[in-house]
């Protein structure tokens, strides 16, 4: 009864697919994962200024760099250009934790406000640049700050986004500057050198162009391909900010950088040393291996893989035995009824009386010459 069960086609397709969905259960079934103890993305800066070198460690929270991640591009740009003020975040903790920090360092320095500008202006362009086109994808991609932080770096509009927004925060009057092809700051100042735009236009309200990309370039200084050049200026409505729906607390007093502390101070170090500590980059937690441990954690699971695993090769051994060959046995062929019979010859097949040609036993006509054989 089991072979002929096993050998009907749509029995073998239901056992095989009942098959493959428990042991594909066992693949899809959730793992348990192990726990991320890294919840913030540890990052290192490094930038010179007023012939000192300055370093700092920050370590950004994970889910605040995920909440302005998850803003889709369609909803930074909806605005064009103009319409950047969504990305200047000076209502974000975190950012307004940085501004304060580097206010306070500049303070330690007695840096003049010029000084103190220059001095953040110098540490944004220490970041990389990176084109958006390599790194997201899009023609056009504008970073939220914290953004630009952990992706080590932007283009223009990137870093003149963060740029603008500490300078905002620190209480400088700031525009954004649009030359052609191109996205930098203002800063709102009197008197001083390098080129500036007025606006509105026929006020007394001066900003001084600062270039956000490239070492070097101080407040005033604008790129030598730019000379010449008009460029739209936008105002920046702090109103219009995008703001996450994750709050960042930060620690009321900075713990001092080291190797057993999860949060690592984020006020800049000035030092003369070429060398810095190294700070572990963001990691993002591997796909855990299958687990070996099946049956402590999952014994339910390993009883329906042995199970799954037996039937299959009880399936294939009786698929795999040859049957017995058995010898049909041929039913006998009864001659018709005749009330005259034709002569029989000796090896049994009829003889036709008008040709003389055998024929079968049971034919009624002559296979020669067709006449009826009595």
């Known amino acids: 009864m089991t072979g002929l069960w096993l050998k009907n086609?749509?029995?073998?397709?239901?056992?095989?697919?009942?098959?493959?969905?428990?042991?594909?259960?066992?693949?899809?079934?959730?793992?348990?994962?192990?726990?991320q103890t890294n919840e913030y993305y540890d990052k290192h800066f490094e930038w010179d200024y007023n012939g000192q070198h300055w370093t700092w460690n920050l370590s950004i929270p994970v889910n605040l760099y995920d909440a302005y991640r998850s803003v889709p591009v369609s909803t930074r740009t909806q605005n064009g250009p103009a319409g950047y003020g969504f990305c200047t975040t000076t209502k974000d903790a975190y950012i307004?934790?940085?501004?304060?920090?580097?206010?306070?360092?500049?303070?330690?320095?007695?840096?003049?406000?010029?000084?103190?500008?220059?001095?953040?202006?110098?540490?944004?362009?220490?970041?990389?640049?990176?084109?958006?086109?390599?790194?997201?994808?899009?023609?056009?991609?504008?970073?939220?700050?914290?953004?630009?932080?952990?992706?080590?770096?932007?283009?223009?509009?990137?870093?003149?986004?963060?740029?603008?927004?500490?300078?905002?925060?620190?209480?400088?009057?700031?525009?954004?500057?649009n030359p052609p092809n191109h996205y930098a700051v203002g800063i709102l100042g009197n008197d001083l050198r390098g080129t500036y735009w007025t606006y509105p236009e026929g006020s007394n309200k001066t900003y001084y162009y600062c270039e956000t990309t490239g070492n070097g370039f101080m407040i005033g200084q604008l790129p030598d391909e730019f000379s010449g050049q008009s460029a739209f200026i936008y105002p920046i409505?702090?109103?219009?900010?995008?703001?996450?729906?994750?709050a960042f607390q930060p620690n009321p007093t900075p713990l001092p950088t080291s190797s057993t502390v999860t949060n690592p101070s984020i006020t800049p170090k000035p030092t003369q040393d070429s060398t810095v500590p190294v700070v572990p980059q963001p990691s993002v937690e591997p796909v855990l291996p299958l687990s070996f441990n099946i049956i402590s954690e999952?014994?339910?699971?390993?009883?329906?893989?042995?199970?799954?695993?037996?039937?299959?090769?009880?399936?294939?051994?009786?698929?795999?035995?040859?049957?017995?060959?058995?010898?049909?046995?041929?039913?006998?062929?009864?001659?018709?009824?005749?009330?005259?019979?034709?002569?029989?010859?000796?090896?049994?097949?009829?003889?036709?009386?008008?040709?003389?040609?055998?024929?079968?036993?049971?034919?009624?006509?002559?296979?020669?010459?067709?006449?009826?054989?009595?």
């Open 298 to 374: 999952n014994p339910l699971l390993f009883v329906l893989i042995i199970f799954a695993i037996a039937v299959s090769l009880g399936i294939a051994i009786f698929s795999g035995r040859k049957p017995k060959l058995r010898l049909a046995q041929t039913p006998a062929i009864t001659q018709p009824s005749s009330a005259q019979s034709s002569p029989i010859n000796s090896e049994g097949n009829k003889f036709c009386i008008f040709c003389g040609s055998n024929n079968k036993q049971y034919a009624s006509y002559c296979e020669s010459c067709g006449k009826k054989i009595e």
């Open 9 to 35: 086609k749509f029995t073998k397709v239901f056992v095989t697919i009942i098959l493959m969905f428990i042991v594909s259960a066992f693949f899809v079934a959730p793992q348990k994962a192990a726990a």
């Open 237 to 246: 409505d702090e109103n219009k900010q995008y703001i996450p729906s994750v």
């Open 96 to 177: 307004q934790t940085l501004a304060k920090e580097l206010n306070d360092t500049a303070n330690e320095q007695k840096f003049s406000s010029f000084d103190k500008i220059s001095f953040v202006l110098a540490f944004v362009q220490s970041l990389p640049y990176t084109s958006d086109q390599v790194t997201t994808g899009y023609d056009e991609y504008p970073r939220f700050p914290i953004e630009t932080l952990v992706d080590d770096g932007g283009d223009c509009e990137d870093t003149s986004i963060l740029f603008a927004t500490l300078t905002l925060i620190l209480g400088y009057g700031t525009v954004y500057i």
